[in-house]
């Protein structure tokens, strides 16, 4: 059974860094071909893709948040990162780490497994 996990702060002042954890148990980062991304809803809204980091360490992000996103990953530990520079108010949002399988071309076939989600609010 996959297990994801996120950690990290719940408060986030503006103009900082915003930086998550995803501790994946019961199956390797470097299995191919998923993919490990990050998505998000913000209050009232629906669900973001962000971006993802793919078995063999590739990143990819969503274009409206490509210039303020950084994934990375520790294999050594089983954990992804997400960062998201000068954060402002209208970041808040349940956060998720998400299992992705994909083809070997790439293409998305299904998000299988989920985080339960943090809560981050960005607020002075």
């Known amino acids: 059974q996959v297990q994801l996990q996120e950690s990290g702060p719940g408060l986030v002042k503006p103009s900082q860094t915003l930086s998550l954890s995803c501790t994946v148990s019961?199956?390797?980062?470097?299995?191919?071909?998923?993919?490990f991304s990050w998505m998000r809803q913000a209050p009232g809204k629906g669900l973001e893709w962000m971006g993802a980091?793919?078995?063999?360490?590739?990143?990819s992000y969503s274009p409206s948040l490509k210039s303020r996103t950084s994934i990375s990953r520790d294999t050594s530990k089983n954990q992804f990162t997400l960062q998201l520079t000068s954060v402002t108010p209208e970041d808040t949002a349940v956060y998720y780490c998400?299992?992705?399988?994909?083809?070997?071309?790439?293409?998305?076939?299904?998000?299988?497994?989920w985080g339960r989600g943090t809560q981050v609010t960005v607020t002075a």
């Open positions: 019961g199956g390797r980062l470097t299995t191919p071909y998923y993919y």
């Open positions: 980091i793919g078995y063999s360490g590739t990143t």
């Open positions: 998400v299992r992705e399988g994909r083809t070997s071309d790439g293409d998305y076939i299904a998000s299988d497994y």
